[in-house]
């Protein structure tokens, strides 16, 4: 599509290994939309000024020692470092969804909707057998069993959506659209998004 100005921003949540990354990309080659995930590791630390390992280390997955972290996340005097990369990546938000773009996961569904940024949100979900798979691609669940990462990742990405937004991550209140890509795969999911984005 060569009219950028009518497409909105498309947000892009997702549960671990249900294929964010690859609708969004999809959703890039269709719309002609600059889509950002993995780069926001990149520009978080230029706004930050944390490196991109501390960006990528601290970033969306609240892990261990994230009970001691979230005490004291609500409160605004103090400093610490998912706090700020946080605050960095909103900023980061805000100044990409300037223009039309596909935003992945970071809460962006949200920090949109409080600053009265129109977008169009949705949520990917998948069956474990799917994102067991996934994860097994990937490679990064060391010796631990892919099914069990799958599901502690799960719980991480929970913790952080919740803890700086108040919501449960994958509510259907807080998206225009959820998906099943174990169901309906990855181009199909492209295809009805792209549909609903070009009627937006």
């Known amino acids: 599509m060569s009219e950028n100005k009518t497409l909105p ?14 609708v969004a990309k999809g959703l890039s080659e269709r719309l002609g939309l600059q889509y950002y995930d993995y780069d926001f590791v990149r520009l978080t630390a230029k706004v930050s000024g944390y490196t991109e390992e501390e960006v990528k280390r601290e970033g969306e997955d609240l892990g261990r020692g994230s009970k001691f972290v979230n005490s004291f996340l609500t409160t605004a005097s103090f400093s610490n ?51 067991r798979k996934r994860a097994v691609e990937l490679g990064d669940y060391g010796s631990m069993d892919p099914d069990k990462y799958v599901e502690r990742r ?37 295809e009805i998004i792209a549909a609903l984005a070009e009627k937006f």
């Open 81 to 131: 470092p998912y706090n700020e990369i946080f605050q960095a990546e909103k900023a980061v938000i805000l100044g990409l969804a300037e223009k039309p773009c596909i935003l992945v996961g970071r809460c962006s569904n949200v920090i949109l909707q409080e600053a009265g940024i129109p977008s169009l949100n949705v949520f990917l979900s998948a069956s474990k057998e799917f994102r």
């Open 154 to 190: 799960d719980h991480w990405r929970d913790t952080y959506y919740r803890a700086y937004t108040g919501h449960q991550l994958g509510l259907a209140e807080d998206y225009h659209l959820c998906l099943d890509v174990s169901r309906f795969g990855v181009e199909h999911c492209v």
């Open 9 to 22: 921003v498309i947000t892009v949540s997702r549960q671990y290994g249900a294929g964010g990354h690859s």
